[in-house]
């Protein structure tokens, strides 16, 4: 997420963050092949600008020998898009030809009132049919991508939930996710580009033919699909059930989504939006604007803070002069504030909004980038009570609006609180699942009512519903007050190229009675955790991968609070990031640095 900080970067830097905005992140980052490859691969962070919290994904390669791994050989590695998939290039094996799929008639498209399961009911009309629809209906849903990261556990709601994923966690034993065990060399470019090579791998077409009933239309979710896409799933008869991907373009500018908030009065940090050829030209707008000189400049697209820019001066204006003179840029004045992320849902009934979440940006011990996002946290402080009804319903304004764009369904709203005033404005919209809903499914509101994602299924279900939007949200707001949840990304952030000899197994992790972290047992998510002494790695790479400078390892959720009050993280946090490091042994395989020599594994 791109957001302002209190400290401007060396030499005007923009504000890295890789990683998936599913989400990730967001999350995600990157994919590669495994050790059987004939050679390493790279993967490329997304360009759009919430790869890092909405797909938080992986990159792995296979050393040649003797060869330098190309995987993070250069920083252009560790800066594409989080696990892409495209097709096989020239130099990937042959593959099985791929399996004959009976043609599934088309669902037939509802006119009017169905009938609701063996009730007879034609309108789901309280969260207790909404609860009774989701855990009955034989339509299957598929969530596609590079991890199950940010929809994990949503299975424990919805009946036909089910993932599709390029890296598998749990080595086979999760009954609820799928991998295609033939994965040739693929150079991937994006988190698009994975998801529409598992859309067409002919084992995932295969597994989706034997979970649909005869009849029935499968739907497909994911944080990153394109063009493309949309084409596969029309081909293929899958349902991808989100808005449109030229829609979603559109709204993800920066520059739309300040005039679309402008049109209903949301606020935005106080701004300009312009065009510049120069310095002098910059200073003229800005001054007339009333912004001052100290500013924040940010180009329409960016990846998670990339194309974010802090200028003080001519110098460092000239250091960026090439990125934002001569296109549409939005020009903001400088304030002190504290980046909170909402996701919210937009449906027929009116916007469903979700819980406030602190970010976790920038420590050095999670994530080589600075402003790099590497996690989120909720607990009852993150805003006060006024702040926090603001905040709600800045995002319920914005989301009611959006639907006038032909949007529905889920989104994530990037909020700014100015630490000095008190104001609460827009930061920006990532029109898509995020990285923090991994945190937002397991929430007291959630268990109160249904996960914020299940009314995304409704909104696409051809069901008819009733819920009363107010009612809702302010329960969920009562409830914020009363819930504690955080997770971090957890990145290498050293320069050598690693290949990983041993790896922390996914599941449940908890502190012995020496305060030591040990491996407790299998799971299969974190929505049990019950303390802060608890917590659930999801590991992304394992044995015979390899890591390079912002390279995902995992992700590790706990109800502990992770960041202290004075910005940094807590001791807690760093002796957690720590434990989990230590548990990987490596080879170094190139780089400067010696290979990190890990504390020896714990667990049973």
């Known amino acids: 997420m791109a957001r302002q900080t209190a400290s401007p970067l060396p030499e005007n830097t923009p504000v890295v963050s890789t990683s998936g905005d599913e989400g990730a992140a967001v999350a995600a980052a990157s994919a590669v092949k495994k050790s059987r490859a004939t050679k390493p691969r790279t993967v490329k962070p997304r360009t759009s600008k919430s790869a890092a919290k909405s797909a938080v994904s992986n990159a792995a390669a296979t050393p040649a020998a003797a060869a330098k791994p190309r995987a993070a050989a250069k920083p252009r590695a560790a800066a594409k898009a989080a696990a892409g998939g495209g097709s096989a290039t020239s130099e990937s094996p042959a593959v099985k030809k791929p399996v004959a799929l009976r043609k599934r008639p088309r669902k037939a498209p509802v006119t009017g009132p169905v009938t609701i399961g063996r009730s007879g009911f034609t309108k789901l009309k309280n969260i207790s049919e909404i609860r009774h629809y989701l855990r009955t209906s034989d339509t299957p849903v598929f969530f596609v991508g590079a991890t199950a990261f940010n929809l994990l556990g949503l299975d424990r709601w919805v009946r036909g939930f089910s993932f599709i994923t390029y890296y598998d966690s749990w080595d086979g034993n999760h009954p609820r996710v799928f991998t295609p065990t033939e994965k040739p060399y693929v150079e991937f470019e994006s988190g698009e580009q994975i998801n529409n090579w598992l859309l067409s791998n002919h084992e995932v077409r295969a597994h989706i033919e034997r979970r649909t009933p005869p009849g029935v239309r499968p739907q497909v979710v994911m944080v990153f699909f394109d063009e493309e896409t949309e084409r596969i799933c029309e081909e293929l008869d899958y349902e991808l059930i989100l808005p449109s991907s030229e829609l979603r373009e559109r709204l993800d500018s920066k520059i739309v989504t300040t005039q679309i908030a402008d049109s209903v009065g949301v606020p935005s940090v106080p701004n300009v939006l312009t065009t510049v050829r120069d310095w002098d030209e910059l200073v003229a707008v800005a001054e007339r604007a009333g912004l001052g000189q100290d500013l924040v400049i940010q180009t329409a697209y960016g990846d998670s803070g990339k194309t974010t820019y802090f200028v003080t001066s001519e110098a460092e204006f000239a250091a960026i002069a090439d990125d934002i003179t001569n296109v549409e840029i939005k020009v903001m004045k400088r304030i002190n504030n504290r980046p909170i992320a909402i996701e919210a849902v937009l449906t027929r009934q009116g916007t469903v909004v979700g819980p406030c979440m602190t970010e976790i940006t920038g420590h050095a011990d999670l994530t080589p980038y600075r402003g790099g996002w590497a996690g989120n946290e909720m607990f009852p402080t ?112 050293s320069h050598t190229v690693e290949r990983i000899d041993a790896a922390p197994r996914t599941g449940r992790y908890s502190l012995d009675h020496f305060g030591n972290l040990v491996y407790t047992h299998h799971d299969y998510d974190w929505h049990l955790l019950g303390n802060e002494s608890d917590a659930f ?68």
């Not at 268990?447 to 009363?468: R, T």
């Open 537 to 604: 790695y999801l590991r992304i790479y394992q044995e015979g991968d390899y890591r390079w400078k912002g390279a995902d390892l995992g992700i590790l959720v706990t109800k502990a609070h992770l960041e202290a009050s004075h910005g940094g993280l807590t001791l807690h946090a760093k002796y957690l990031i720590d434990a989990i490091r230590g548990m990987y042994r490596t080879t170094v395989v190139e780089g400067e640095e010696p290979a990190p020599k890990p504390a020896p594994a714990k667990g049973k």
């Open 382 to 493: 993150v805003l006060d009570d006024e702040s926090r009804h603001a905040a709600i319903a800045l995002v319920r304004r914005l989301g009611d609006r959006l639907g006038k764009e032909g949007y529905r369904g889920f989104f994530e709203v990037d909020v700014l609180l100015d630490t000095d005033t008190g104001d609460v404005y827009l930061g920006e919209l990532n029109p898509r699942i995020s990285g923090a809903s991994a945190i937002t499914n397991v929430t007291a509101g959630a268990y109160a009512d249904v996960p914020l994602f299940a009314f995304h299924l409704l909104e696409y279900s051809g069901v008819d519903f009733e819920i009363d939007v107010e009612e809702i949200n302010q329960r969920w707001e009562d409830l914020a007050s009363e819930d504690e949840w955080s997770h971090m990304v957890i990145k290498h952030t």
